[in-house]
């Protein structure tokens, strides 16, 4: 595997995000210039996975002050299962951690079992629900926490 994770912005990875989207979910609510406007907003941080040279996973995070919420996080069926997600959340958080950002939360579809055990392994707990929050088909969000922490040195950290 020749995986390569970087930051991304600007219209041009829409469609590849969208293909993305689309083989990752059953339904989504973003559409392609919701995609495009975020990739255009300075106050959202986008992270993307590349095996040789192509997306095949993504994450979105919109960040005020000192705190970010994930607003998607999706990896092509074909390459979940292999820490994909991790890693993007990983590089993330050490990101947003140089950004001065404390907390990180996220909601995600109670039936997400694979999901859920993905940020409870990296240090999210449940702090919240949302009944009914998703449609199709309709079911809870559970809202997720996790505060990123100071190492020794000062400096703040990715700690997994």
């Avoid at 960040?63 to 590089?91: C, H, R, T």
């Avoid at 939360?105 to 990296?122: D, I």
């Avoid at 449940?126 to 809202?143: F, K, S, T, V």
């Amino acid at each position: 595997m020749n995986l390569k994770i970087k930051k991304i912005a600007g219209t041009q990875w829409s469609p590849a995000i969208c293909k993305v989207l689309s083989t990752a979910f059953s339904h989504s609510t973003w559409l392609q210039k919701d995609i495009e406007n975020s990739l255009q907003n300075e106050s959202h941080l986008w992270m993307a996975a590349f095996e040789n040279e192509k997306l095949i996973g993504f994450l979105q995070i919109t960040q005020v002050v000192d705190e970010a919420e994930i607003l998607n996080l999706a990896v092509d069926p074909v390459w979940q299962g292999k820490k994909i997600g991790a890693q993007l959340l990983m590089e993330a958080e050490i990101i947003l951690a140089s950004q001065k950002t404390n907390k990180l939360f996220l909601e995600v579809r109670q039936s997400n079992v694979p999901a859920q055990k993905l940020y409870q392994g990296l240090g999210f707990s449940e702090i919240a629900r949302r009944h009914n929050y998703y449609d199709q088909p309709q079911e809870d969000a559970l809202i997720l926490q996790k505060y990123i922490k100071e190492v020794e040195d000062g400096k703040k950290s990715a700690k997994f």
